[in-house]
């Protein structure tokens, strides 16, 4: 069983992170991290709520790349189904309701 | 107090907050150096016992299951609470037919290309949000994104413009219903657990014999299902009322 | 490397709490409420992670390989999708503010009386 499931993964190319250089995860998650506190920034200093949501749209996608390199790909699925979709039509669809009766 | 001193008593204010937080924070063992005991004791004996490969459904719904009961009922509430808040306002006007407007000269028109694109992917999201609901205990799913991913379904009917389509498929109270199904059988589960003498959300279903197959690890893959449909129904609940929303203000405006 | 995600939990949730202080329009305090809560993602994250291990699902690892803790990410997931629609009901109540008072000025609401 132990030989079918190492040819499988020889053949899927599966890579686990015992493969990867400790450095090189190190280097993956901090760039990450970066990236991650440059979007919640540009989501907080985008005023207009209608950029907003395209923006936290980003920022979700980013936050679940995040979390996808902290070894959680649970997470990951919520955050992206979530944060990049539910979230920003929720917002446009408030924002649609409150921009029809100016 | 005018912007600006607003502004730098804030500033004052984060400066204090952020040295106590750090302070705290760095007397953590440090990012990586994990050296609690819990994590490595499920993650040894969690397969052995429960038959479910995947651990963080394991623990979501079998070793830590009563949390999230509770979190599954602020997610129910919250929806209630969307549907209370927007059907109030709604019921001050006349009950208007908004299948009406939809079709009207204030809707827009959708492109060729959007309605292909969206109308081909929705039977993929369907097959997608019912695999994950249904492989809790395998792999990275869970009742949870299962359910926001079937929920995704049904708005892209909407993006696709066949507003009516949605309002067809949708109808309030089959929503409410299934809903109140999903929220309801999670408790049922473990109280059937309280009927039959053990103690609460106790998984008394046969654990199967192939650790990690769809059949196997009991109540987990039935309350994984539950959560599911629940999920579903509160984000299509919640998109609805917000598009009545819209629909009918553009019919009052017009 | 030690602290540097923990740094970046305190950034957020800074920058977050800034865009509630100085906000304008109460959708954009919205948003700015769910990078706050974001950053308790992180920060759930950041404590069980375990270096050099792997995700905590064993259909294609052996079940004794070195794993990250399950629990905390237990927690971020439901948390996560919670979070959502407690941020529907948010935003419900925003649009029964406007329909009261007519404008959706944090400032400008709190000068209202009735």
Redesign the interface.
Known sequence: MSGR?ALT?HLLA?V???SVP?AL??AL??VI??L??GA??M???T???AR??IA?SA?GLL?AL??LA??????????L???A???P???M??????R??E | MTAVQRRWLFFAGMAILAGFYLWGLSGLPGFGNYPGPYGFVINRIAVAQTNATGVVSAVNFEYRGFDTVGEEFILFTAATGVATVLRQLRNERNEGQAGDEALGPGSAETTDAVRLATLVFVGPTVLFGWYLGSHAQTSPSGGFQGGVVLATAFVLIYLAGEFLVFRRISPVNLVDAVGAVGAGGFAVVGITAVALGLPYLTNFLGLGTVPGAVSSSGTIALISFFVGIEVAAAFVLIVGELLEQTLLVRRGAA | MEVFPFVVVVWILGVGLYGIVTSRHLVHQIVCLIVVQSSTYVLLLGVGYVTGAVAPYFFDVKVHTPAVDPVVQALALTDVVVEAAVTALLLAFAIQAYKRFGTLDPQELVSLKG
């Open positions: 499931l993964s599966v686990t992170p015992f400790p995860m190190d998650q901090i991290l970066v991650v506190a919640a920034t989501v907080v200093l005023r207009q709520p907003q949501a936290l920022y936050l995040m979390f902290l070894q959680a790909p649970d997470v990951t699925l919520s955050e189904t979530v944060g979709v539910a979230l039509i929720l917002l669809l408030t924002l649609a309701k409150v029809k009766r």
